[in-house]
């Protein structure tokens, strides 16, 4: 598989969007429908807890006997997947180059240059790059997008999908992805995104994801290690339960009485925190932004009850839950009902499975 293959490489072929993270593999796949899209399927495979341990895959095996799980459970024909890479082995950069170079140059000259812009050796990583823009630099130069990530972790993901039964076709960048499944969400924002600022808050098991977006284009992201994991521990802690049983018992709402105040309001008051002080470092970082106009909130802790209510209440910004399936139609095969459930969770699986349809937007 070529470089240029890996990361960014798109096409028109069917794929599954295959979301590897670290509480479950979440397999989707979009078709066209008219001129939106239609879910066509559907699956969500449990795994066990270090199998995927800070955005790397640990056990690839383990992961590749869920992602199999996950791809019968779908029901799905469909072999070509695309996968994304995130975390602290994922550099990217705006780079300028000549724009008389040709792709075989360009790519010749960013690996001779690659030590001024990556902090590994050479061989180690993969690297892939688009031309965005003629650079505001000016003169002959345009703006390149230089994407590089450490081998081991492009490989151990794709060696985990193949063994899963699929084809690693595309290799994203999760913010990327993130960024592109917004689109979905439009219908959710006021004046659909146009000149708002908005921020996408996917708060998974282990990590959050924030994306601001200004007129739907990230201006800033950031990652942090926080997410559900840490209400499980607290109500394995406050109610000697196992790991798996505090999962569930979460998800049911099967808990004791004193579970609401003394458990789930201190880490929605947490929550909470993090997130204001996710808006805090991006208003330091790019100082144009003074306020946001909504919060959306995306991942399994998004699907808390109230918990929109709750971080509007105390952040006084208008906030939902993420629904990128509320305009699309979903064939029975897709599960309707459970998809309704793993909505929120499913976001990063969208902009994944959107990559299908790269070729169509020329
Ligand atoms: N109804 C619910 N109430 C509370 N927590 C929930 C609910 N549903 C899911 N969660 C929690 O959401 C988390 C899983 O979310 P998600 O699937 O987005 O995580 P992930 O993508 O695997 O994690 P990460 O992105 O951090 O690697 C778990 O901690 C799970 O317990
Ligand atoms: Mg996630």
């Known amino acids: ?70 791809v019968a459970k779908a029901g799905t024909r469909t072999r070509a997947a695309a996968v994304a890479v995130a975390g602290p082995a994922v550099i990217t950069k705006v780079v300028q180059m000549s724009s008389f170079l040709k792709d075989d140059d360009m790519e010749q000259q960013i690996r001779a240059e690659a030590d001024q812009y990556i902090p590994y050796p050479i061989e180690e990583v993969a690297i892939d790059f688009q031309v965005v823009a003629p650079s505001a630099s000016g003169g002959e130069l345009v703006d390149v997008l230089l994407a590089a990530c450490r081998k081991e972790q492009v490989e151990s993901r794709c060696s ?55 007129d739907l284009k990230t201006v800033y992201a950031r990652d942090t290690a926080f997410g559900g994991k840490q209400l499980t521990e607290d109500i394995m802690r406050t109610f ?33 925190q993090q997130i204001d002080r996710g808006l805090q470092f991006f208003f330091s970082a790019a100082s144009q932004y003074t306020s946001v106009d909504q919060l959306i909130l995306a991942g399994g802790c998004a699907q808390i009850p109230e918990v929109d209510r709750f971080i509007e209440g105390r952040l006084r910004i208008p906030t939902v839950v993420a ?40």
Not at 36 to 48: I, K, N, R, S
Request: with cysteine; glycine share 10%.
């Open 240 to 272: 000697g339960m196992s790991y798996e049983e505090a999962g569930r018992a979460k998800r049911t709402s099967s808990l004791p009485d004193n579970y609401a105040a003394d458990v789930l309001e201190p880490f929605l008051a947490d929550m909470t």
């Open 160 to 214: 985990a999908v193949q063994m899963g039964g699929l084809r690693p076709r595309v290799v994203d960048i999760e913010s990327y992805a993130l960024e592109s499944a917004c689109r979905l969400l439009t219908h959710q924002m006021p004046n659909g995104g146009r000149e708002q600022t908005i921020a996408v808050i996917d708060m998974g098991a282990s990590s959050t994801s924030m994306l601001m977006l200004h």
């Open 323 to 362: 629904k990128p399936f509320n305009t699309l139609s979903v064939t029975s095969r897709a599960k309707p009902n459970l998809l309704g459930r793993d909505e929120s969770s499913l976001l990063l699986a969208c902009g994944l499975a959107l990559r299908a349809f790269d070729d169509e937007e020329g």
């Open 1 to 70: 598989m070529s470089i240029k293959q890996k990361l960014f490489g798109g096409g028109s072929e069917a794929l599954v969007g295959l979301d590897i993270s670290s509480s479950s593999v979440k397999l989707l796949e979009l078709g066209r429908k008219g001129s939106g899209f239609e879910v066509l399927a559907y699956a969500v495979e449990a795994l066990p807890p270090n199998a995927v341990i800070d955005k790397q895959v640990a056990e690839p095996q383990i992961v590749g006997e869920a992602i199999q799980r996950a």
